[in-house]
């Protein structure tokens, strides 16, 4: 069973920029694949990025590419998203997720294991 406790959420201007870390714990972390998925009021649940349990692989939605990036260090179990430029549709519910020797799927059915998700507010 794994953990995932996702930090760094909080409230910021439009253009500004927050890291989210997301720590797990009881399991082999170097051998899951990872994302970030968001979900804002009244919408579904969306990947905004996720990593290959190698690290090798990454894939990001459209509307974050070129301002958010996403890492992973298996030594500290913890994988991040740095997000710069926010705008205010970034605006959501972040939550990290966690899949067993995952290539690092955009599918939400795909996970296994999620946070329990931070707050991202960007204000205008």
């Known amino acids: 069973q794994v953990q995932l406790v996702e930090s760094g959420g909080g409230l910021v201007q439009a253009g500004g920029s927050l890291r989210l870390s997301c720590a797990a714990s009881?399991?082999?972390?170097?051998?899951?694949?990872l994302a970030w998925f968001r979900q804002a009021p009244g919408k579904e649940r969306e990947s905004v990025a996720a990593i290959s349990w190698s690290g090798s692989g990454t894939y990001y939605v459209d509307s974050v590419k070129g301002r958010f990036t996403i890492s992973r260090t298996n030594a500290k179990n913890t994988v991040y998203l740095q997000m710069n430029t926010l705008k205010p549709e970034d605006t959501a519910v972040y939550y990290c997720?966690?899949?067993?020797?995952?290539?690092?799927?955009?599918?939400?059915?795909?996970?296994?294991?999620w946070g329990q998700g931070t707050q991202v507010t960007v204000s205008s």
């Open positions: 009881g399991g082999t972390f170097s051998r899951y694949g």
């Open positions: 997720a966690a899949d067993f020797g995952g290539p690092g799927s955009r599918q939400s059915s795909d996970y296994e294991y």
